[in-house]
């Protein structure tokens, strides 16, 4: 199975009937993809909706009909359209039960960078601090390493922060990792992935536990 | 009755300088026709109000290209090089705004409130050089309103009272930008008589509305 695909995959074992969720664009949509059967999990789309759908057939778009992403999108039924101060006090008021964003750095204290890079890279945090700070549980999906192969998950981000000590969980290509006042515990590892790979890709300190069956496995 | 204006009058109204809390997200929902009517009045120095800079020929992008905006309050840029573009080249001046604070602070407007209490942001630059209130053991930062010269928004429908109804997810921030204008001027694909719009559905009450302007973008259905 292709990286961001295995992912999605695992990101959507994290919703339970009936969860109110956000999904960042980029890789965390893949996650709509491989929810389990019989589970509903209905999604919000902060520029105003409840119950998005499918990105409809070509020819059937709707330009009134569009995502957070920009991109085309379906209703299903029981959906609502409310305006964004609104689509924000569901946010920021607690009533989101997880939401899933890509990062840049994610470290050891929960913190997580994904806004800027100063001098490079200004895109705004749109609705992402919001969303981070609001929300119940804070899932970080991103691939494990940066192009270049450097860690991205850090003992300190550097870049500007998106919130402090916000993220709970961190699902990566390599690995799951639950962040904890500890700090950060290896829970999972991927398919062909070893326990000293995590660890070598991983520039905070990773608490594994003693007995290697005490970690799970996914993207078999 | 509000007064049915072109959007030429429109644009004609707003003068150097003005500030334009603009509705829209990603252009859908922008009020294009009254946009398209700014740039061709080529009306210089305009600080925006906005949640993002939209694509470069479509939305806001428009006003960006024509390089007819000296200030923006936005949460993003993302999808618009040239904005980023003027920020780098010192240009433009920007003030990011988290998407949520900036409704908030356009509602507050509105509401005739000075300001607001959030908790997005704190721990990070947002929170530079602004007031952290603490209530009931939790910290807040003291965000203040924002208020617009002039309120630029789109609605599906439109009666002669001003009275607005929106349409799918093109409502986003137009009902809150259009409590926050000195003056209010929707762009509407359907205007009709009053009495004709289903009181439950009206998203936005023609109270905060002074003109209407007849888009020539019309969606049935």
Same mark, same amino acid.
């Given at each position: 199975?292709?990286?961001?695909?295995?992912?999605?995959?695992?990101?959507?074992?994290?919703?339970?009937?009936?969860?109110?969720?956000? #999904?960042? @664009?980029?890789?965390?949509? #893949?996650?709509?993809?491989?929810?389990?059967?019989? @589970?509903? %999990?209905?999604?919000?789309?902060?520029?105003?909706?409840?119950?998005?759908?499918?990105?409809?057939?070509?020819?059937?778009?709707?330009?009134?009909?569009?995502?957070?992403?920009?991109?085309? @999108?379906?209703?299903?039924?029981?959906? !609502?359209?409310?305006? !964004?101060?609104?689509?924000?006090?569901?946010?920021?008021?607690?009533?989101?039960?997880?939401?899933?964003?890509?990062?840049?750095?994610?470290?050891?204290?929960?913190?997580?960078?994904?806004?800027?890079?100063?001098?490079?890279?200004?895109?705004?945090?749109?609705?992402?601090?919001?969303?981070?700070?609001?929300?119940?549980?804070?899932?970080?999906?991103?691939?494990?390493?940066?192009?270049?192969?450097?860690?991205?998950?850090?003992?300190?981000?550097?870049?500007?922060?998106?919130?402090?000590?916000? %993220?709970?969980?961190?699902?990566?290509?390599?690995?799951?990792?639950?962040?904890?006042?500890?700090?950060?515990?290896?829970?999972?590892?991927?398919?062909?992935?070893?326990?000293?790979?995590?660890?070598?890709?991983?520039?905070?300190?990773? @608490?594994?536990?003693?007995?290697?069956?005490?970690?799970?496995?996914?993207?078999? | 009755?509000?007064?049915?204006?072109?959007?030429?009058?429109?644009?004609?109204?707003?003068?150097?300088?003005?500030?334009?809390?603009?509705?829209?997200?990603?252009?859908?929902?922008?009020?294009?026709?009254?946009?398209?009517?700014?740039?061709?009045?080529?009306?210089?120095?305009?600080?925006?109000?906005?949640?993002?800079?939209?694509?470069?020929?479509?939305?806001?992008?428009?006003?960006?290209?024509?390089?007819?905006?000296?200030?923006?309050?936005?949460?993003?840029?993302?999808?618009?090089?040239?904005?980023?573009?003027?920020?780098?080249?010192?240009?433009?001046?920007?003030?990011?705004?988290?998407?949520?604070?900036?409704?908030?602070?356009?509602?507050?407007?509105?509401?005739?409130?000075?300001?607001?209490?959030?908790?997005?942001?704190?721990?990070?630059?947002?929170?530079?050089?602004?007031?952290?209130?603490?209530?009931?053991?939790?910290?807040?930062?003291?965000?203040?309103?924002?208020?617009?010269?002039?309120?630029?928004?789109?609605?599906?429908?439109?009666?002669?009272?001003?009275?607005?109804?929106?349409?799918?997810?093109?409502?986003?921030?137009?009902?809150?930008?259009?409590?926050?204008?000195?003056?209010?001027?929707?762009?509407?694909?359907?205007?009709?008589?009053?009495?004709?719009?289903?009181?439950?559905?009206?998203?936005?009450?023609?109270?905060?509305?002074?003109?209407?302007?007849?888009?020539?973008?019309?969606?049935?259905?």
């Amino acid at each position: 199975m292709d990286k961001r695909e295995m992912i999605g995959k695992r990101i959507a074992q994290e919703f339970k009937d009936g969860d109110y969720v956000n #999904l960042g @664009i980029g890789l965390p949509t #893949l996650a709509v993809n491989y929810i389990p059967e019989g @589970i509903r %999990v209905i999604f919000q789309s902060e520029n105003g909706m409840l119950c998005v759908g499918p990105s409809p057939d070509e020819g059937c778009e709707d330009k009134d009909m569009i995502n957070a992403g920009g991109g085309f @999108i379906s209703e299903l039924k029981g959906a !609502s359209f409310f305006d !964004s101060a609104l689509s924000f006090a569901i946010i920021r008021g607690g009533h989101i039960d997880a939401t899933v964003l890509g990062a840049l750095q994610v470290d050891a204290q929960g913190n997580l960078a994904n806004w800027m890079i100063p001098g490079k890279m200004v895109p705004g945090m749109g609705g992402a601090m919001d969303l981070v700070t609001g929300a119940r549980k804070v899932i970080v999906a991103m691939e494990h390493v940066d192009k270049r192969g450097n860690p991205k998950i850090l003992k300190e981000c550097n870049l500007p922060l998106t919130a402090k000590a916000k %993220v709970s969980l961190i699902i990566t290509d390599m690995a799951v990792i639950e962040v904890t006042p500890e700090g950060l515990v290896l829970k999972e590892i991927a398919a062909g992935i070893t326990v000293a790979e995590v660890v070598a890709a991983t520039e905070a300190e990773l @608490i594994v536990p003693e007995h290697p069956h005490m970690i799970g496995s996914f993207g078999q | 009755m509000r007064k049915q204006i072109s959007a030429k009058e429109a644009a004609a109204m707003i003068p150097a300088g003005s500030r334009l809390a603009i509705g829209g997200f990603l252009a859908v929902g922008a009020p294009e026709c009254i946009i398209d009517a700014i740039v061709e009045a080529k009306t210089p120095d305009l600080h925006m109000i906005v949640i993002a800079s939209d694509w470069e020929d479509k939305g806001v992008g428009k006003l960006i290209a024509a390089k007819q905006i000296k200030s923006a309050q936005v949460s993003h840029l993302g999808t618009n090089r040239t904005i980023q573009a003027q920020m780098n080249a010192g240009e433009i001046d920007i003030e990011l705004v988290p998407q949520g604070t900036l409704m908030e602070r356009v509602r507050a407007c509105g509401a005739g409130l000075g300001g607001i209490l959030t908790p997005t942001g704190l721990g990070t630059v947002v929170e530079e050089g602004k007031q952290i209130l603490t209530v009931e053991g939790k910290d807040y930062i003291l965000e203040p309103a924002i208020c617009s010269d002039f309120a630029l928004v789109k609605a599906w429908m439109a009666d002669r009272m001003g009275n607005l109804v929106f349409r799918k997810t093109a409502r986003n921030s137009n009902p809150i930008m259009a409590m926050a204008g000195k003056i209010t001027i929707v762009e509407a694909e359907h205007i009709v008589e009053v009495g004709d719009l289903d009181p439950e559905l009206i998203a936005c009450p023609g109270v905060f509305v002074n003109y209407i302007v007849q888009s020539t973008e019309v969606t049935n259905g």
